[in-house]
């Protein structure tokens, strides 16, 4: 596309807690604007249906303010991608109506996106700080919700190779943040204290599965028990190791992540890898993968940390992609909780 021919492309992303909207011109963010919600954090996690009613009040305002700052008029743009799932229900079917109507009042195409190949293919925005992956590539696909390593052949053949079968390691993050009293979101601040720890402080068994898949819910536990163990035994533990603990639960679940990225490169030849994911925002996991390059000889694919955690320029750049081989969705296309990253 030609900057004489620009497409506007007007992404909504609701799929739990942060309402986003982002205008892409010809896949280059003009804007990309998230409301957090705040109001979760007294309760340690999000809930469901404060989530619902915080993105019905956010959705207006925020929608308005990618307009604005992307300097168009509604009339400008050419299409609405939004999230249709996987989500909380009652997030997705705010973002669900309000692009419905928006592209029925606008009479422009609609086009239903999926958040997990939003995750993956926010790749390929426009941002000469990003190098895009050529195909095919592994992509490590890691948020509160999924855990998975996905070959990409091209933009819209996507294929499983690995995934959790029980718990994402978001979960592990957050799980380990909660037994060592910190507040929601966790996840963060164990990147934050394990960058001042020791990693070989403790040893956390890792857990073993075969093939490409993985497993999070036994190493929670053996956080838990390590951590009820010490405790009891010195009430003082956490608050006098908590650096270490940190880093110690990261450098398990780091291993883990890269020890089947390793199986999944020698199984598949593929050797241009790429993470994706609210997760891949974590320092370590950015520090080992970069270090692959010189180990291994990989090439690997890092987002900026703006388009890792959940926001509408990911959507808006599936939407433009959809935009350009026509790819749109009826008004009676219908939000769901559950979909998989291979599913359109």
Known sequence: MTKNNPIYILGI???????????????????????????????????????????????VPVIQQAIQQANIDKKDLHAIAFTRGPGLMGSLLVGTSFA?????????PLIAVNHMQGHVLAHFID???????????????????????????????????????DDAVGEAYDKTAKILGLPYPGGPLVDKYAQLGNPKAFKFTKPKMDGLNFSFSGLKTAILYFIQKNVKENPNFIEENLYDICASVQYTIVTILFDKIKKAVKQTGITHIAIAGGVSANSEIRKTLKATEEKYGWTTYIPKFQYTTDNAAMIAIVGHLKYLEKDFSETTTVATARLKVQEG
């Open 13 to 59: 992303e609701s799929s739990c807690d942060d309402t986003s909207a982002a205008v892409l011109c010809n896949g280059k963010v003009l804007s990309n604007v998230v409301a957090n919600q705040e109001i979760h954090t007294k309760y340690g996690g999000v809930v469901p249906e404060l989530a619902s009613r915080a993105h019905q009040q956010n959705i």
């Open 127 to 165: 941002d000469e700080t990003q190098q895009k992956p050529p195909f095919p590539f592994l992509c490590l696909t890691i948020s509160g919700g999924h855990t998975q390593i996905v070959k990409i052949t091209n933009y819209f053949t996507m294929e499983v190779i690995g995934e959790t079968t």
């Open 100 to 108: 419905k109507s928006l592209s029925m009042a606008l009479n422009i």
